[in-house]
């Protein structure tokens, strides 16, 4: 089969096998480039797959040279169906991993049930034995619970309607959003979805098995960005999940202070993921982002990011680096008010005239294809797969 995509709006259709797994070599190469990294030895990534967890999972296991367990919800092909990207991506990631001999076992499961946390905790004990790292990393669209009770989180502003500029996908226009607020109820299942309720699910979980090790270090990852985003983002609903995974933070902290718990929040760098790409708003702010960050020379993808993130703010010389208010600062490039301001300004000038002068939609679209397997630079997309 000739594998071509099949872009709808935010999402594609099909991913190529052959493309996610150069695009997963790259990553991997990328962190063997880099000095070792000294730190936990035994990891479990939940949301592995794709995005921010993917890249963490690589990160420990080449750079801390882990054996990890990864928890992921992907599809495999179906008939002519491609598999999801986060599918071949895994595959891919396990083959490399296991041949070098680290250990590398995927759980496939819906992360919020106990059958998953049950099967991964029985992993954990065959192969690993205990844990001393946890990541979570899921970005989910909803939730259900073990009584059958569906939540489904929203990205809505609260409070007031949201209008503001943003890139349309179909044609790469800048294009204004509006967005109507979240209710309370909307706000809550949002909560539920995308807060800290299932991350200290998860710990108790372990804990209760005996796989928590003593002294382990657990991170979830937020977003916080810029004025132009906070009403759809920071302030908005998903803003509230993630105020709700600070105070998990906190209290993880607290209730697991006998195990000498670390349980942190890193706020990461936009970047183009399966997650972020549903956001309007931030599709325009992420390709003025990478123009104006690449121009700098400070632009770095999801494995650059993770990488830092256990090299230096975590395992570093110094340490778990927190800001002011408790949290690890991987945005702390993305931040800098000097880039700031020029982002501010560009955002009030950019319109569809311009926009390929102010914004690097190429760059947008050169990620978003790379997530599924496209536009790899090595892969020849005109040979049959058969393989899928
Ligand atoms: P992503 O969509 O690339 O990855 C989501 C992962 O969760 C995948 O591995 C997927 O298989 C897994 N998953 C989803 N539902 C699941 C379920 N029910 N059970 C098991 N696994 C499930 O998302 P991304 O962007 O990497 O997001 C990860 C975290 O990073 C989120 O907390 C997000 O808010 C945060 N973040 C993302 C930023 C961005 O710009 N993309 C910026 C800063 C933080």
């Given at each position: 089969m000739i594998i071509e995509p099949k872009v709808r709006n935010f999402i594609c259709l099909t991913a190529h096998p052959i493309g996610c797994a150069s695009a997963v070599n790259r990553q991997i190469e990328y962190v063997k480039s880099q000095p070792p990294i000294e730190g936990p030895k035994r990891a479990l990534i939940i949301?592995?797959?794709?995005g921010y967890g993917l890249a963490s999972r690589i990160a420990i296991t080449f750079g801390l040279q882990a054996d990890t367990i990864g928890v992921m919800l992907e599809k495999p092909s179906r008939g002519k169906r491609t598999a999801t990207a986060g599918f071949y991506n895994n595959k891919a990631f396990e083959e490399a991993a296991r041949s070098e001999g680290r250990v590398a076992i995927t759980i496939n499961d819906d992360a919020f049930s106990k059958e998953c946390k049950d099967q991964t905790i029985a992993a954990i004990k065959e192969?690993?034995?205990?844990?001393?790292l946890i990541i979570y990393s899921l970005a989910a669209p909803r939730r259900t619970d073990a009584d059958g009770t569906t939540w489904s989180s929203v990205i809505k502003p609260t409070g007031e309607t949201f209008v503001g500029k943003t890139l349309n996908?179909?044609?790469?226009t800048v294009d204004t959003a509006t967005l109507e607020p979240a209710t309370d109820e909307e706000v809550e299942a949002t909560i539920k979805v995308m807060g800290g309720e299932d991350w200290s699910d998860w710990l108790y979980a372990l804990q209760n098995a005996g796989v928590l090790a003593d002294n382990a270090v657990t991170i979830a990852y937020s977003y916080i960005g810029p004025e132009m985003t906070h009403a759809i983002y920071r302030d908005g609903s998903i803003g509230q999940a993630k105020k709700d995974l600070y105070r998990t933070a906190d209290q993880l902290r607290d209730e697991f202070s006998d195990k000498n718990l670390t349980a942190r929040v890193s706020v990461n760098k936009a970047v183009v993921t399966q997650a972020s790409a549903a956001i309007p708003s931030v599709s325009l702010y992420i390709s003025v982002l990478y123009k104006l960050m690449k121009e700098e020379g400070t632009h770095e993808g999801c494995i650059q990011q993770m990488h830092r993130l256990l090299?230096?703010?975590?395992?570093?010389?110094?340490g778990v680096l927190l800001d002011e208010n408790g949290l690890i600062r991987m945005d702390d490039w993305e931040m800098k008010p000097e880039l700031q301001a020029q982002i501010k300004d560009i955002w009030q000038r950019i319109s569809t005239e311009n926009i390929d002068e102010l914004a690097d939609v190429d760059g947008y679209w050169e990620d978003f294809y790379n997530m599924f397997g496209f536009h790899l630079p090595d892969v020849d997309y005109t040979a049959d797969v058969t393989d899928y």
């Open positions: 949301g592995a797959s794709t192969h690993l034995g205990q844990v001393d996908l179909s044609d790469n090299a230096e703010k975590i395992f570093g010389e110094n």
